[in-house]
């Protein structure tokens, strides 16, 4: 018989997944992509504005980091960014996609706002500020319940209901806006004199960083060591599997939820009661959503939380800097976040799967 | 390292401006300026404050390092850091261009006493007593009553060509909130188109927001359905005049021209120029002069402005209909809110109290009407005219 030359075409790579990497490479791997981020944010600035890269660099080092104050705002944006982050991980490790996080930290605010007006003048500062945490906490945790009482008991969309529930607290933190505005009709909403959360050590925004602080470690303690905390990785992991061994899913579903939204609800009280000492129905800011992005860049880790929300921050400090020193339009420093933040992303894709590259094509014989 | 010594040359900076902050006098050289507004120029309402503030700028000839513009700055405690964060770099002047901005850049004016903050829209200033807190607004009721004259006689011109009875011609507003700025707006506007088409009537949709493009236009819309012959608002998106070029509809525009959008239906805008104001706030920090708790002024100083009128849209002697206004108005002899011109439930008002000393519990508190005439932003800048006159309809309240 003849032998049969066959060409076999072969793509010129494949992409497969990596059973695990090495902590040193993955580090590379980010550091490298940080590196090609600035790189092409480099090219970008230069071309769209003339500008020199560097110095856009060093204004936004210098927006973020240049003064105490600053320091202490990055911090204080971080402190708030990071609540609402740990508050959501819990739920999003379980893989119950808790998008409500805006409007359970408004609904935390609102809590906060209502025993401000209406308690403030007749309670001693100690009581009201007992008060005030215990209702922000059970106002957000309410607002958290719901939708995941809807999924447990009748299995409903937590997406869809959590999404929905932000407009609804949005709505009526409008209203009340409104009806409270000082002056009377102008949607301005009131300043509230009574139990602002008080100043320690002279700096305005400690009590926040610490209350986080502590949050952030219990956090991890929670998930990391706490029975709860491995239900959790269970549920998250395979519903049947949680089911097997005993758990129950819908009490664990719900349970979550009540702490997600609690911890919400804290975020809302150092918002309303701890920075702005007003309440509207943007104090919240996005944040429930870029929450999801620090949470989810963290892999879930609290510890890992901090890196990522100073990340955030600093890009959002340093973008604003950069608007107002070269009278450039917002969307400028929009860009080169993006740009950044697609990087980074995008480099856990090479840290997770591997690309092979292949020769041609190979000789194969039949 | 490298990043370390920019930090620290940052820093010191810093200092070095806080170190030369304590000097009081001012001079030419060192002067900063801060600016802090609410949005950028996408919206009308910060463009209108930004164009001004550059205006003033090449007025006075600052650098472009001795004004500093902060931009998308919300109204809450990023406002107080914003003004904090202007004073570090050595501002001794701040301005700030939305109304929710006035309790955090009052809690600025009270942390850095050697630093003026001056708020524009804002009510408190009279009745806070700081000497370095100061509002400022302008006499637009004048120019909101000068565009009504051009939207009387643009429905004149309509009645006269038969497409509608004289009877028949009401007027569309699209306001925002139910709140004393606005309804001092659509009133003048209302006594301004009344003083040369008597039989004229208005309604007022409110939208619930200062900028809501889609409501904005939706109320406009429902406006129109409703009968209305020609539309004005206030509210600061293209909404509404949007709505009337797609329906054909004149409109009375806001915050600036809105010809090149709308060729067709576009008669007149008017506006608040704060380029006086700027001017004058910033000399007085050079010269070492007051600022007064409050400064309002109106067409003879150019703080109230009309755009061109649209002579495609706007009836036969719109501008000269204008300008004999003007002239009255700025002489005195003609007064927007004569009380000889309108009536509150059927009577004509001798005396009312307003509410014009801000404070929680909306109490009236000063008597606004003398000589026959309501005497508007005298006792502080913003606006406090908050009655209802017979003629105009309010659909909804947003209150």
Redesign the interface.
């Known amino acids: 018989m003849n032998n049969i030359l066959m060409k076999i075409q072969n793509p010129l790579f494949h992409i497969t997944k990596r059973a695990s990497i090495v902590w040193w490479k993955a580090w590379i791997i980010r550091i490298l992509a940080v590196v090609a981020a600035l790189l092409v944010s480099g090219i970008v600035t230069l071309a769209l504005t003339g500008l020199n890269p560097l110095k856009v660099y060093s204004t936004m080092i210098e927006g973020a980091l240049g003064t105490s104050r600053r320091m202490w705002m990055l911090l204080q944006n971080m402190a708030i960014l990071l609540c609402v982050a740990l508050a959501i991980t819990p739920a999003f490790k379980m893989k119950f996609w808790n998008l409500g996080a805006e409007g359970q930290v408004l609904i935390g605010g609102l809590a906060t706002e209502v025993c401000m007006i209406f308690l403030g003048p007749n309670l001693p500062t100690g009581l009201l500020l007992l008060v005030m945490v215990i209702a922000s906490v059970a106002a957000g945790a309410i607002w958290a319940f719901i939708p995941a009482f809807f999924k447990a008991r009748w299995n409903t969309n937590e997406s869809l209901f959590t999404l929905m529930m932000n407009y609804v607290a949005m709505q009526i933190v409008s209203f009340f806006t409104l009806l409270w505005s000082v002056p009377k009709g102008s949607g301005t909403p009131r300043m509230l004199e009574f139990g602002q959360l008080p100043v320690i050590g002279g700096q305005k925004y400690l009590l926040n960083v610490l209350i986080v602080a502590v949050l952030t470690i219990g956090m991890f303690i929670y998930l990391k060591y706490s029975k709860h905390g491995y239900e959790i990785s269970v549920v998250g992991e395979s519903e049947n599997t949680a089911k097997y061994i005993g758990i129950n899913v819908k009490k664990v579903i719900m349970r979550t939820m009540l702490l997600s939204g609690a911890i919400c609800g804290i975020a809302g009280l150092l918002l309303v009661a701890g920075t702005d000492h007003s309440l509207k129905s943007d104090t919240a800011g996005g944040r429930g959503f870029t929450a999801i992005m620090v949470s989810w860049l963290a892999k879930f880790d609290p510890i890992f939380m901090v890196l990522t929300s100073f990340l955030i921050v600093f890009m959002e400090k340093g973008a604003s800097k950069i608007s107002e020193v070269y009278r450039l339009n917002a969307s400028f420093s929009d860009i080169l976040t993006g740009i950044i933040i697609f990087f980074i992303i995008g480099c856990e894709f090479f840290i997770n799967y591997t690309i092979k590259f292949h020769s041609k094509s190979e000789e194969v014989r039949k | 390292m490298k990043?370390i010594i920019?930090?620290i040359l940052?820093?010191a900076m810093?200092l070095s401006f806080a170190a030369c902050g304590n000097n009081t006098t001012v001079s030419e050289g060192n002067l900063k300026v801060g600016f802090i507004f609410l949005h950028?120029?996408?919206s009308t309402y910060d463009k209108n404050f930004m164009d001004s503030a550059k205006a003033a700028q090449e007025k006075l000839g600052l650098t472009?390092d001795q004004v500093?513009?902060?931009?998308?700055i919300?109204?809450?405690?990023e406002c107080y850091?914003a003004a904090?964060?202007l004073v570090?770099q050595g501002c001794t002047i701040i301005f700030a261009d939305s109304?929710?901005h006035?309790?955090y850049m009052l809690k600025a004016a009270k942390e850095f006493p050697n630093v003026q903050f001056c708020h524009s829209t804002g009510?408190t200033a009279h009745t806070e007593k700081l000497p370095n807190f100061h509002n400022a607004f302008a006499s637009i009721y004048e120019g909101r009553f000068l565009a009504g004259i051009a939207a009387g006689l643009k429905l004149n011109e309509m009645i006269e060509a038969g497409k509608f009875t004289a009877d028949e011609a009401k007027i569309g507003y699209v306001g925002?909130?139910?709140?004393?700025?606005v309804i001092s707006g659509y009133t003048s506007f209302f006594l301004g188109a009344r003083s040369v088409c008597p039989t004229a009537t208005m309604e007022v949709q409110f939208t619930?927001?200062?900028y809501d493009e889609a409501l904005e236009k939706e109320a406009a819309t429902k406006l129109i359905s409703n009968g209305c012959k020609l539309i004005s608002q206030h509210a600061d998106s293209m909404g509404a005049p949007t709505a009337c070029e797609n329906a054909g509809i004149p409109n009375v525009s806001y915050n600036g021209s809105t010809e090149k959008a709308c060729p067709n239906t576009f008669i007149v805008s008017s506006r608040i120029d704060w380029t006086p104001y700027y001017e004058f706030a910033i000399n007085a920090v050079k010269d070492g002069t007051e600022i007064p708790a409050d400064w309002c002024k109106g067409l003879e100083e150019g703080s109230v402005v009309l755009t061109a009128v649209n002579e495609k849209a706007a009836a036969k002697g719109t501008q000269e209909a204008i300008d004999k206004a003007a002239a009255e108005l700025k002489a005195g002899t003609l007064h927007v809110f004569d009380t000889a011109t309108f009536t509150v439930g059927g009577a004509a008002l001798d005396s009312y109290i307003a509410?014009v000393d801000?404070?929680?519990a909306?109490t009236p508190d000063t008597e606004v009407i003398k000589d026959g005439y309501f005497h508007e932003s005298e006792m502080r800048s913003a606006p406090y005219f908050?009655l209802k006159i017979d003629g105009i309809t309010l659909l909804n309240e947003?209150?």
Request: zero cysteines.
């Open positions: 990043k920019t930090l940052a820093v810093v950028d120029e996408n472009d500093i513009f902060k931009t998308n919300p109204e809450g405690n850091e904090a964060d570090d109304f929710g006035e309790p009510t925002a909130y139910t709140y004393a700025e619930g927001s200062w509410d801000t404070d929680a909306y908050d947003m209150m």
